[in-house]
Structure formats: structure tokens, C-alpha cells
């Protein structure tokens, strides 16, 4: 089993800054792509940002420019940085991690962490 850990959620004001974390432990045999979910009330849940094992990037229409995905494979910890936060950034805000075993991809998700904008 792996187990992921988030943190870095909070209140904000529109227009500041937060960074979250996703630290994973446990079977690691080798992380392959890396993300951050998110789910707004009575919304269906979107992925926001990715990254792949090569570091390759990708992200939402509505946060390009604003938020920055990151992964120090080391520590086995993917980041995200969001900028110029707005009111409709406002969800828990999950982090999602493929372990690959052999030739099977596994999902692990973290218990999310509450990000909320206010105006």
C-alpha cells in the first residue's frame, strides 16, 4: 500500500497564494505520473494539473499561468504552487499518484485538503 499525506490548504483572500503538498510513503516501486484534483460542491471532480515521470506538465484551461505543478522525486512529494488565487478556485483539492508495479498501474489518492478563496 502506499499512503499519501496532504497539506498546505487554508483560507485566502482573492488574488494571494497557497502551496500544497503531497508527501508519499509505504510500496513505492516507482511513481509514474503525479497529480492534483480538484471538487467544488455539487461539481464533479477535474483534474487540475499533472505531471508525468519525465516531468512533462499539464493543466486545466481556467489555472494556466497561475498555478505551477512540481515533483522532487527524491522525497517522492509532488507540489502545487497557486498564484493569484480567485473565488472559484474554492474545493478540496485532492493529489492522486500512479504507482507502477511490474506492467500494473496503481491509483492512490490523498484525503484531500480544503482550499477556500473568499472575495
Not at 485566502?12 to 484534483?37: E, H, P
Not at 493529489?95 to 498501474?105: S, Y
Amino acid at each position: 500500500q502506499v499512503q499519501l499525506v496532504e497539506s498546505g490548504g487554508g483560507l485566502v483572500q482573492a488574488g494571494g497564494s497557497l502551496r500544497l503538498s503531497c508527501a508519499a510513503s509505504g510500496r513505492i516501486f516507482s511513481i509514474n505520473s503525479m497529480g492534483w484534483y480538484r471538487q467544488a460542491p455539487g461539481k464533479q471532480r477535474e483534474l487540475v494539473a499533472g505531471i508525468s515521470s519525465d516531468g512533462s506538465t499539464s493543466y486545466v484551461d481556467s489555472v494556466k499561468g497561475r498555478f505551477t505543478i512540481s515533483r522532487d522525486n527524491a522525497k517522492n512529494t509532488v507540489y502545487l504552487q497557486m498564484n493569484s488565487l480567485q473565488p472559484e478556485d474554492t474545493a478540496v483539492y485532492y493529489c492522486k499518484v500512479v504507482n507502477k508495479v511490474l506492467l500494473r498501474l496503481d491509483d492512490y489518492w490523498g484525503q484531500g485538503t480544503q482550499v477556500t478563496v473568499s472575495s
